[in-house]
């Protein structure tokens, strides 16, 4: 930046032109400089990373590429200035216009591309309606990593991209130019030229984005109907949901990107050594693992669950989150109702007069998190606002999504003990941030073993949840707690799985610990985390009529879930769908409101 900054001082000063021209070009040719020294050191690794290591300093490296690059420009422009500076240059203020607008057009149709290849290489197996979702959402509470990526691949990738057409463009101005008054005439013919294959490159960048993000998921997600809602969606509010008389308490936690593949293949993962063996003990000892396989296994991820809230959501409502209101879905967080028309965990548990609690270590308002759980349950909020306002972290500190899961679990504790001193019973959901993707939170106290952080992050996060369970085995209100661990969706970091064989199938990981209840019939099924629903009421104990609710099926129960009912294909296509039953009775509306009541 500084020795940009220092080339746009001296562009400025050196030339001999009027002030805007002189203006015009220096900051031009310096945002350009500084615009492909971070492109080059953003792009080219690599070559990057090869040479701090010989200099074993990336900050040397970094600054003497950008000074190069500032040589080679001032060069450039010092020897070229005579010709494209000092002389007068006349140009239609119609063709002025009209590049502008065709620049434009250049820049949007690159950064549509490029957008849509960057979400897929970095949020990877989500679709069309995670991807709509989280990329429009506020960005309160957001990771600022995530809009560091973005700024450093698909847009940066743009602007250098059409930096590049501007200095082609000036050249050929400069080309068909009189060499004696510099006076730029187009003609009609190039003026449509020029329109025609900016259109074409505009479209054609459009479609490249859209077959990247998959013409039939779009086309599903738009245009498409189904009726699954009005053919198997179960209301809670229309069957028998009756508690036992001694209420069970609810401890679930979701453990971000928890996936069965970071077992070991020996007992049904993809990993040579086991990253999970506390949870892998639990497992075998005296917990219960829904499995899709004979070994310890998990839910099959679907559209609409790919994401933290969506998965939150589908977890305790048994539907996936799925806004199709209208241009605005994308904001939905930002809407005064959170799915004003579904009835959650929360709201059964909060009318059985259950105390309930969301303890998360970020921002509960990114997503609409906190709307949702205040609407549906009236649970208490404890996010980083909370814990920032309350003096459990030093003032402003943050750290990651806010704080890291270390302090969590002791907070965790904290609110335990104080839930089991009241007279009701308790249900304390938690989320973990540390495995979110890229590459995870490490701090001291995370031990090296793998040569992968994300490794390393796991098999801690591991030993922190081993730990919390051991801790709450101990104290007396675990005789009559049921506690359930689950991942929130799979893990969004690619790259990290790249060697995984691709017939090995990826799943969201689930552990039941100290229901009252069990089954035999836990391995080799079909079945997506909008099952949990159900099942999560029925290891408390709660026996519910036709062991169905929502689109979830109690796993506890010898019902087929609709996965299995249905199939795997069938299933997941009608939920890419868009659904008329969702819309009216689920939503009621609700994300249409954004568009009326919103400035967004």
Same mark, same amino acid.
């Given at each position: 930046?500084?020795?940009? /900054?220092?080339l746009?001082?001296?562009l400025?000063f050196?030339?001999?032109? !009027?002030?805007?021209?002189?203006?015009?070009?220096?900051?031009?040719?310096?945002?350009?400089?500084f615009?492909?020294?971070?492109?080059?050191?953003?792009?080219?690794?690599?070559?990057?990373?090869?040479?701090?290591?010989v200099?074993?300093?990336?900050?040397?490296?970094?600054?003497?590429?950008s000074?190069?690059?500032?040589?080679?420009?001032?060069a450039?422009?010092?020897?070229?200035?005579?010709?494209w500076l000092?002389?007068?240059? +006349?140009?239609?203020?119609? *063709?002025?216009?009209?590049s502008?607008?065709?620049i434009?057009?250049?820049?949007?149709?690159?950064?549509?591309?490029?957008?849509?290849?960057?979400?897929?290489?970095?949020?990877?197996?989500?679709?069309?309606?995670?991807?709509f979702?989280?990329?429009?959402?506020?960005?309160?509470?957001?990771?600022?990593?995530?809009?560091?990526?973005?700024?450093?691949?698909? /847009?940066?990738?743009?602007i250098?991209?059409?930096?590049?057409i501007?200095? /082609?463009l000036?050249?050929?101005?400069?080309?068909?130019?009189?060499?004696?008054?510099?006076?730029? +005439?187009?003609?009609?013919?190039?003026?449509?030229?020029?329109?025609?294959? !900016?259109?074409?490159?505009?479209?054609?960048?459009i479609?490249?984005? #859209?077959?990247?993000?998959?013409?039939?998921?779009?086309?599903a997600?738009?245009?498409?109907?189904s009726?699954?809602?009005?053919d198997?969606?179960?209301?809670?509010?229309s069957?028998? =949901?009756?508690f036992?008389?001694d209420?069970?308490?609810? =401890?679930?936690?979701?453990?971000e990107?928890?996936?069965?593949?970071y077992l070991?293949?020996?007992?049904?993962?993809?990993?040579? &050594?086991?990253?999970?063996?506390n949870?892998?003990?639990?497992?075998?000892?005296?917990?219960?693992n829904?499995?899709?396989?004979?070994?310890l296994?998990?839910?099959?991820?679907?559209?609409?669950?790919?994401?933290?809230?969506?998965?939150?959501?589908?977890q305790?409502?048994?539907?996936?989150?799925?806004?199709?209101g209208? *241009?605005?879905?994308?904001?939905?967080?930002?809407?005064?109702?959170?799915?004003?028309?579904?009835?959650?965990?929360?709201?059964?548990?909060?009318?059985?007069?259950?105390?309930?609690?969301?303890?998360?270590?970020?921002?509960?308002?990114?997503?609409?998190? +906190?709307?949702?759980? &205040?609407? @549906?349950?009236?649970?208490?909020?404890?996010?980083?606002?909370?814990?920032?306002? @309350?003096?459990?972290?030093?003032?402003d500190r943050?750290v990651w999504w806010?704080?890291?899961?270390?302090?969590?679990? &002791?907070?965790?504790?904290n609110?335990?003990?104080e839930?089991?001193?009241?007279d009701?019973?308790?249900?304390?959901?938690?989320?973990?941030?540390?495995? @979110?993707?890229?590459?995870?939170?490490?701090?001291e106290n995370?031990? &090296?073993i793998?040569?992968e952080?994300?490794?390393?992050?796991?098999?801690?996060?591991?030993q922190?949840i081993?730990?919390?369970?051991a801790?709450?085995?101990?104290?007396?209100?675990y005789?009559?707690t049921?506690?359930?661990?689950?991942?929130?969706?799979?893990?969004?970091?690619?790259? *990290?799985?790249a060697?995984?064989?691709?017939?090995?199938?990826?799943?969201?990981?689930?552990?039941?610990?100290?229901?009252?209840? $069990?089954?035999?019939?836990?391995?080799?099924?079909?079945?997506?985390t909008?099952?949990?629903f159900? $099942?999560? /009421?029925?290891? #408390?104990?709660?026996?519910?009529?036709?062991?169905r609710?929502?689109?979830?099926?109690?796993?506890?129960?010898?019902?087929?879930t609709?996965?299995?009912?249905?199939?795997?294909?069938?299933?997941?296509?009608e939920?890419?769908?868009?659904?008329?039953?969702?819309? +009216?009775?689920?939503?009621?509306?609700?994300?249409?409101?954004?568009?009326?009541?919103?400035?967004?």
């Amino acid at each position: 930046m500084l020795i940009s /900054l220092g080339l746009f001082f001296i562009l400025f000063f050196y030339c001999r032109s !009027t002030f805007l021209k002189r203006l015009f070009f220096a900051f031009f040719i310096s945002s350009f400089h500084f615009t492909l020294s971070t492109f080059i050191s953003s792009n080219f690794t690599r070559v990057v990373l090869f040479l701090e290591r010989v200099s074993e300093n990336g900050t040397v490296v970094r600054t003497i590429l950008s000074l190069v690059l500032a040589i080679i420009f001032y060069a450039i422009f010092r020897f070229g200035s005579n010709y494209w500076l000092e002389k007068p240059i +006349k140009i239609d203020k119609k *063709y002025v216009a009209l590049s502008l607008l065709l620049i434009l057009l250049t820049f949007l149709g690159f950064l549509a591309s490029n957008s849509a290849y960057w979400t897929k290489s970095y949020f990877g197996n989500v679709g069309i309606d995670e991807i709509f979702y989280t990329l429009s959402q506020p960005l309160t509470g957001t990771d600022q990593g995530q809009i560091y990526a973005y700024l450093l691949g698909p /847009l940066l990738n743009s602007i250098v991209i059409t930096q590049i057409i501007i200095i /082609l463009l000036y050249f050929m101005i400069m080309i068909r130019s009189s060499k004696t008054t510099r006076i730029v +005439k187009f003609s009609k013919k190039s003026c449509f030229l020029s329109i025609f294959f !900016t259109v074409i490159l505009l479209l054609a960048n459009i479609v490249l984005g #859209l077959n990247k993000l998959g013409f039939n998921e779009l086309k599903a997600y738009f245009f498409e109907k189904s009726t699954i809602y009005e053919d198997f969606y179960v209301d809670p509010n229309s069957i028998s =949901i009756t508690f036992p008389e001694d209420k069970r308490n609810l =401890i679930y936690i979701f453990v971000e990107s928890l996936e069965t593949t970071y077992l070991s293949s020996a007992v049904g993962g993809a990993q040579q &050594e086991n990253l999970m063996p506390n949870i892998t003990e639990l497992s075998y000892s005296d917990g219960l693992n829904f499995s899709n396989q004979k070994l310890l296994g998990g839910a099959i991820q679907v559209p609409g669950v790919g994401f933290t809230v969506g998965g939150m959501v589908g977890q305790s409502t048994g539907v996936p989150l799925r806004v199709t209101g209208g *241009y605005s879905e994308n904001d939905y967080g930002n809407t005064e109702h959170f799915m004003p028309g579904i009835t959650s965990i929360g709201d059964i548990l909060h009318d059985n007069g259950y105390n309930q609690i969301l303890l998360l270590g970020s921002d509960a308002d990114f997503g609409g998190r +906190k709307k949702f759980y &205040e609407q @549906h349950g009236d649970y208490e909020i404890r996010d980083y606002n909370y814990a920032n306002d @309350h003096g459990w972290i030093p003032k402003d500190r943050k750290v990651w999504w806010g704080y890291e899961d270390e302090k969590l679990f &002791e907070f965790a504790k904290n609110t335990l003990l104080e839930q089991a001193s009241l007279d009701q019973p308790f249900n304390l959901t938690m989320l973990t941030a540390d495995t @979110h993707f890229p590459d995870g939170y490490k701090n001291e106290n995370t031990p &090296e073993i793998f040569d992968e952080q994300l490794s390393n992050v796991i098999y801690y996060s591991d030993q922190m949840i081993g730990n919390f369970i051991a801790w709450i085995k101990a104290q007396p209100f675990y005789e009559n707690t049921t506690i359930v661990i689950a991942g929130d969706h799979l893990n969004m970091d690619q790259g *990290y799985f790249a060697s995984i064989e691709e017939t090995y199938q990826r799943t969201v990981f689930n552990l039941f610990i100290n229901s009252p209840i $069990t089954t035999l019939n836990n391995t080799e099924r079909q079945f997506s985390t909008l099952d949990l629903f159900p $099942t999560t /009421l029925a290891a #408390l104990g709660v026996q519910i009529e036709g062991d169905r609710i929502g689109l979830g099926t109690n796993l506890y129960s010898d019902t087929n879930t609709l996965m299995e009912f249905l199939g795997y294909e069938t299933f997941t296509s009608e939920l890419s769908k868009n659904s008329s039953f969702y819309n +009216k009775y689920i939503m009621k509306g609700s994300d249409l409101t954004i568009n009326t009541n919103s400035n967004n």
